[in-house]
């Protein structure tokens, strides 16, 4: 492995900051691209990006980038670290660069999670219809229960890689992992990223069950009952079960729903004060994905005639007016019925 090679990250949140941190401390040569010059500031005179990751330290091996050439020298791994509801746009800005550079790269590696407003596709799909055709064999994407904050302070974690490229996911582990973040590899994409995306409905309703008061038993209900609906979601678009159980599904599931970092929870929970969705996302600097995923999974179980129950509560609590309390009442008074049924 050549410790020197070079790594483009699009994207300086706080996933993408912290990629950068610690995959700098492996010596690998970090291009770092933000779209703020006030960014680009930060980290070029402070050494860190103290909007997204407060004082976090940002080895010097890591170069931020604006003008876009700037950071497209013989890029060996490009990873996407943008909200999903940009990743189109973003690609097309960089499509000339990364068409120019396709003879270097390795792997085109996203970092999001959710689905594309509008068209409802997962962001590998969106990938695929957007990167230069040379570049399409290469996708792959990173998920699992990343809270970035923890994983820059050094706390061991586990992701995984998904990818149809069997040779791929073995080059992008061994390239990413080292002794406090480990991955795994999994060749089931559709249900990694079902995963990173349904799950942070279920962190949603978490929320608003911490807003509401609720304790234990009602969070250990939201989760399980959360995962069986994902799985069957999932299964319909053709993941393979198992992967629910896995740090994409149950692992992921876990750290969203519980973590005071979690931005999904924490919308979910100012939900449950009263507050109205619109001035809760004006109010916050960082991406909730789950709301707009909530609407694009609703609109896909409608279409493919998929009960979701949860869902639909938590759907109709942000775009239609449902009190989170008249939510509850919905779900408990549910018809009566097995806890287990077929969904493959």
């Known amino acids: 492995m050549n410790k020197r090679l070079n790594i483009t990250i699009i994207g300086a949140g706080s996933w993408g900051t912290t990629l950068s941190v610690i995959l700098a401390r492996q010596d690998y040569k970090i291009n770092l691209w933000t779209r703020r010059k006030s960014t680009y500031n930060n980290i070029k005179n402070l050494r860190m990006n103290t909007r997204y990751t407060g004082n976090l330290y940002i080895p010097k091996n890591v170069k931020p980038f604006i003008d876009k050439k700037d950071g497209f020298i013989n890029p060996e791994i490009i990873i996407f670290a943008v909200p999903s509801h940009v990743l189109r746009k973003v690609i097309v800005k960089f499509y000339d660069f990364l068409k120019e550079s396709n003879d270097s790269i390795r792997c085109m590696l996203n970092v999001a999670k959710g689905l594309e407003v509008e068209t409802n596709l997962r962001l590998s799909q969106v990938m695929e219809q957007c990167l230069p055709e040379e570049l399409k064999s290469l996708i792959c994407v990173l998920s699992g229960p990343n809270i970035a904050s923890e994983i820059a302070s050094g706390l061991p974690s586990v992701s995984v890689v998904a990818s149809n490229n069997k040779d791929l996911l073995k ?17 089931d994409i559709t249900g990694v990223e079902v995963g990173g995306s349904v799950k942070n409905i279920i962190a ?54 519980i973590s005071k970092k979690s931005r999904n929870r924490y919308f979910g929970e100012r939900i ?61 008074n549910r018809k009566f019925k097995s806890e287990i049924e077929d969904i493959i």
């Open 272 to 332: 449950a004060g009263g507050e109205k969705a619109s001035e809760i996302l004006k109010d916050m600097y960082m991406v909730a994905e789950g709301v707009k995923t909530t609407k694009a999974v609703f609109d896909i179980s409608r279409e493919m005639d998929i009960e979701m129950p949860l869902t639909e509560c938590i759907y109709k609590i942000i775009y239609k007016g449902l009190s989170p309390a008249e939510s509850v009442k919905k779900l408990m």
């Open 204 to 257: 949603i309703a978490s929320g608003i069950s911490d807003g509401l008061g609720y304790k234990a038993n009602t969070k250990a209900s939201i989760i399980t009952r959360g995962l069986y609906e994902l799985t069957k979601f999932g299964v319909k678009l053709g993941a393979n079960p198992v992967t629910f159980s896995g740090v994409a599904g149950m692992g992921d599931i876990i750290a969203t729903c």
């Open 171 to 187: 080059y992008i582990q061994k390239l990413m992992s080292d002794d406090k973040f480990r991955i795994y590899t999994n060749n």
